[in-house]
């Protein structure tokens, strides 16, 4: 089973790689709609469920990054969040 996520993740790394930057920006919209219309189905209590996995999953990920690498996440988020702003 482990395997079969591990090639499935590469095929979709593989696959994003070759779209083109409208290509890839369509899809992550379209992705954020489904994901919107997901959430807006959920009860309270199951939105805060995910709320709470949600932090954990990217504090577990923050954990594992090198100081290097956390800088650098950090620079990336400073960069989206001026673009955002503009």
């Not at 593989?14 to 959920?42: G, S, V």
């Not at 100081?67 to 702003?85: F, L």
Request: glycine share 0%; charged share 35%; no cysteine.
């Amino acid at each position: 089973a482990e395997r079969q996520r591990i090639f499935a993740r590469e095929r979709s790394a593989t696959r994003r790689a070759l779209l083109t930057p409208e290509e890839a920006q369509q899809q992550r919209a379209t992705i954020r709609e489904i994901n919107a219309a997901r959430r807006a189905t959920l009860t309270p209590e199951e939105a805060e469920r995910q709320r709470i996995f949600a932090r954990e999953r990217s504090a577990t990920r923050r954990a594992l990054l090198t100081p290097e690498e956390a800088q650098q996440q950090r620079a990336t988020i400073r960069e989206i969040n001026a673009a955002r702003r503009a």
